[in-house]
């Protein structure tokens, strides 16, 4: 198979050329290194050249890496071919290079962080955590690489779920660059809440959905722990006054609780007072699903024929398809045998189209998700995903 103009193996050649400088060098500098190098370079020149030419490339790697001594001039190019190798995916390739460059004594200390750095970023990239995370925290205090390193570490601990050390990582990272990590932290406390209560440990969950909200007191998240664990108690009135904070944490997220709320409400047999969040809120946010959830109530209060007024009225200032959908609804439930299959295949048409243009999308990579994440399983970043609809599109603030 013929190399690409760009495929990396061709920059293997950067080692025969390196190989070369070095003797060119020598030949100037040091009649006796010349000696040894006349014997050495030209025939480990060839031999390697050979194997590339015919595509033998780990051989010719082997050949090359054994003749070109690792020294201040040289260790550039390998740290270069290493990367160029697991930018490429050739996780191998890459690792022999930067575990070369290591067994190396001599190596000045900076080259060396720079080395081990290479080979943890190699491990990282090969899946094998343990080892990456050994040489990142080797690396964590360095000059240059501590960022970079931190941020290795943060996702390596989030892939392992050891939320004890990403937190502690995470707030190493926020020290050092001064970035806001708060909201990440409150996510990772989010995190063992759901564990503690996967294992029935509920006070433990409800301590760590307070503790996410002392570190950051917008995490809606932790805000729907504690009103589900208000509900665990049977206190309804509790959970509503919890989980009416969600509007003033993050408003696009009001929606997530508002059929919590509405049966918490109905529970406690307050139609009323339920009538009057869902209006009250609705003045201050144009959001489809408070609309919806008071929509219900009025049917259910003054029935069929408000409620589609009430859907009408909003329809007017607020076209959607959700909406129209809703109307159809109503309309069907109100028409009789005459009529009904038109607006059947009608609404059939209208949810199909709510289908393609519903759900949830990140608002830094545009990832879009049927579900609310709290992380987003595209670019990985945490409470950026929000819900997502064609009028809601491109409105939302990115964290
Ligand atoms: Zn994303």
């Known amino acids: 198979m013929p190399y690409k103009v760009m495929d990396p193996l061709w920059l293997l050649l950067l080692l025969p050329i390196a190989m070369v400088s070095g003797w060119v060098a020598a030949r100037l500098d040091q009649r006796s290194r010349l000696q040894h190098k006349r014997q050495s370079f030209p025939q480990a020149y060839i031999e390697g050249l050979n194997f590339l030419l015919n595509e033998q490339p780990d051989k010719a790697i082997e050949v090359f890496i054994k003749a070109l001594e690792v020294d201040p001039e040289t260790v550039e190019t390998h740290l270069a071919i290493g990367n160029l190798f697991r930018r490429r995916g050739e996780i191998e390739r890459a690792t022999r290079i930067h575990q070369n460059l290591i067994a190396r004594p001599h190596l000045e200390k900076l080259q060396r962080y720079q080395a081990l750095f290479e080979l943890a970023q190699d491990y990282h990239k090969a899946g094998l955590l343990d080892r990456a995370e050994n040489l990142f925290l080797e690396v964590v205090d360095a000059p240059l690489h501590g960022e970079a390193a931190l941020n290795n570490l943060v996702d390596i601990y989030q892939q392992e779920k050891d939320w004890n050390k990403a937190i502690q990582t995470c707030k190493k990272l926020g020290r050092l660059t001064g970035d806001r990590t708060d909201y990440v932290i409150a996510q990772y406390y989010c995190e063992q809440a759901d564990q503690a ?15 996410a909200l002392s570190v950051d007191k917008t995490c809606v998240r ?125 609404k059939g048409i209208i949810s199909g189209l709510i289908e393609q243009h519903v759900g949830y999308a990140c608002s830094r990579c545009g990832f879009r998700a049927k579900s609310l994440h709290w992380q987003c399983p595209s670019c990985r970043r945490w409470a950026t995903i929000k819900p997502f609809s064609a009028n809601t599109e491109g409105q939302y603030a990115e964290r």
């Not at 209560?197 to 503790?211: G, I, V």
Request: hydrophobic share 45%; aromatic share 4%; no cysteine.
């Open 197 to 211: 209560e996967a294992e029935q440990d509920y006070e433990l969950a409800e301590n760590l959905a307070h503790r």
């Open 222 to 346: 932790a805000t729907m722990l504690l009103g589900k664990a208000a509900l665990r108690s049977n206190d309804h009135l509790e959970a509503i006054k919890i989980w009416r904070k969600v509007e003033s944490q993050d408003p696009h997220l009001l929606g997530e609780v508002v059929s919590l709320i509405a049966a918490s409400f109905t529970a406690v047999g307050d139609e009323s007072g339920l009538q009057m969040f869902l209006q009250s809120a609705l003045n201050r946010h144009s959001d489809m699903t408070l609309m919806l959830a008071l929509g219900e109530v009025i049917e259910r209060k003054e029935g069929n024929k408000a409620a589609q007024q009430f859907v009408l009225d909003w329809l007017r200032s607020h076209p959607s398809a959700a909406g129209l959908e809703r109307l159809i609804e109503l309309r069907l439930a109100e028409t009789g045998a005459h009529g009904q299959r038109d607006l059947e295949i009608l």
